[in-house]
């Protein structure tokens, strides 16, 4: 596997002006009963069941491939996940990592800095750790035990899971895809209000798309079953911020500003789940560019495979040959539409291991200075789902009404934007009694994935 980033940066821990700003505390050490706490007790241990059982169900995929070897490594990793099974249900210490992947040191370095932190409590375990760095630490362990067993080490256990969402939702892609060619067709001819309405609707999708993640599911299916479009008007009440006019505001301004044909507006989405989700990035990354509101747009997925569904290159590249190669006239035709645009670089698709560290994004200028300052050249970056919003508010337990700018503890590479539909217990940004008022309403509705936010910040 191609090795996709430097990390330059050694971790030592927040700086005082980050511990400043950063008031609350990480949503950590968990409460029996908290969402964090069921996370850790039930749903990942259910995810790390099925990836053995996924492993198991291989081995005479890999007895084909590799021989003899290839029996051996399958039965060694299998006893890796279990041994990784038990040391989570007896909420063993956390260990350092011991495969030579590039990002091996960072990882050790920041469970030294978790180690300093815990003081008399003893050492970091499964159960008295920040909940976002253990979460991120067993995928991680996921990745060693397969990368320590050559020659396996490029499976993806998720990947059966992440196809299956795919077809899955294939008639709601289709759906998409279709509408999709119809606003193509008129681009050239839409006046700026249908400009903004169109921008808004696959704003929308894509937010809404983020519920189809495998990891709030525990890996059963979670796929987009109905046309998201004609639902738009009922779940607009469930975006808690909707800052979809600051959008436009910015991109339509690029549009005007761009008389010189050869000056680039350059967008980024820091992508999150593989199937309806990411058909949906695709489709608002095409309207930017056909519209030329942006062009050129850099997508960031993950190294390695994460939190069950986040797209890696692989599935990228395997979700547009799939929409090639579909069977229906405009899923096919966006498929080969998308094929060109990365063809001619006005798609770049980057992965960068920082984006499976368990770090908060205010530490990036830090740990992964080359990323940071490849986003500084963005003008707008579009972060999609609940993890990344985790990491750029550092998953703490912020006011409600905390400004999103705030939250994000200076990180602000360029302007940005989050869409996101709730499946953890932050928010910021939020009128005052708007959080009081919905927990009394709906007590879940901070993980539910029921209530979405579009949330948007150019304060550096
Ligand atoms: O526990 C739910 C969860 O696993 C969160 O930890 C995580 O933030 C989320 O699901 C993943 O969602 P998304 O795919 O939107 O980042
Ligand atoms: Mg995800």
Redesign the pocket.
């Known amino acids: 596997m191609a090795i996709p980033c430097s990390l330059s940066g050694k971790f030592e821990g927040h700086s005082s002006r980050a511990r400043q700003v950063y008031s609350p505390t990480q949503s950590n050490r968990f409460n029996v009963g908290s ?1 964090a706490y069921v ?1 850790i007790k039930d ?1 990942l241990p259910q995810i790390l069941t099925k990836v053995i059982d996924t492993v198991h169900r291989h081995k005479n995929t890999f007895f084909e491939k590799y021989g003899e070897e290839g029996l051996a490594v399958g039965k060694k990793t299998i006893s890796f996940l279990s041994k990784l099974r038990n040391e989570l249900q007896t909420d063993k210490p956390i260990i350092a990592l011991t495969d030579t992947f590039p990002d091996c040191e960072l990882w050790n370095q920041y469970l030294e800095y978790q180690t300093s932190l815990m003081k008399e409590e003893g050492p970091p375990s499964w159960f008295k750790s920040p ?2 760095y253990v ?1 991120c630490y067993m995928y991680r362990r996921i990745h060693e035990a397969i990368t320590l067993n050559p020659p396996i080490c490029d499976f993806d256990v998720f990947m059966e899971s992440k196809h299956q969402s795919f077809f899955e939702s294939q008639q709601a892609i289709i759906t998409l895809c279709t509408y999709f060619h119809e606003i193509l067709k008129s681009i050239g001819d839409l006046t700026d209000d249908q400009m903004s309405e169109e921008l808004f609707k696959l704003l929308q999708v894509s937010l809404w798309g ?1 519920k189809c ?4 599911s525990a890996g059963q299916d979670n796929s987009q079953k109905s046309c998201l479009l004609n639902s738009l008007q009922d779940l607009k009440p469930l975006i808690l911020v909707n800052d979809m006019a600051n959008v436009w505001t910015l991109v339509s301004s690029f549009k005007k500003g761009n008389t010189n044909e050869s000056s680039s507006l350059r967008v980024d989405i820091v992508l ?2 593989a199937g309806f ?1 990411l058909v949906t990035d695709l489709a608002l990354a095409d309207f930017l560019l056909s519209s030329k509101m942006a062009t050129q747009i850099h997508f960031h997925g993950k190294s390695m495979p994460w ?1 069950v ?2 797209t890696t290159k692989q599935d990228f590249n395997w979700t547009i040959k799939q929409l090639q190669a579909a069977n229906h006239m405009w899923m096919s035709k966006c498929g080969i539409k998308w094929e060109g645009n990365l063809n001619n670089e006005s798609w770049v698709y980057h992965d960068h291991l920082f984006w499976s560290l368990p770090h908060e994004f205010c530490d990036m200028a830090q740990i992964s200075p080359d990323l940071y300052a490849e986003l500084q050249k963005s003008n707008l970056i579009i972060f ?7 990491k750029l508010t550092g998953d703490r337990k912020w006011d409600f009404t905390v400004p999103f700018s705030q939250s994000l503890n200076g990180f602000q590479p360029a302007p940005l934007g989050s869409l ?2 709730l ?2 217990d932050v928010q910021v940004g939020l009128k005052t009694g708007q959080g009081e008022q919905l927990t009394f309403s709906d007590p879940d509705w901070l ?1 539910s994935g029921k209530y979405g936010v579009i949330q948007f910040s150019t304060a550096v």
Not at 213 to 216: A, E, F, G, P, T
Request: hydrophobic residues 25%; glycine residues 4%.
């Open positions: 969402f996370t749903r909940w976002l979460e983020n993640d495998l990891s709030i999150d789940n989700e939190y569904s986040d999609k789902g609940d993890l990344n919003y985790r996101r539909t499946k953890s993980i």
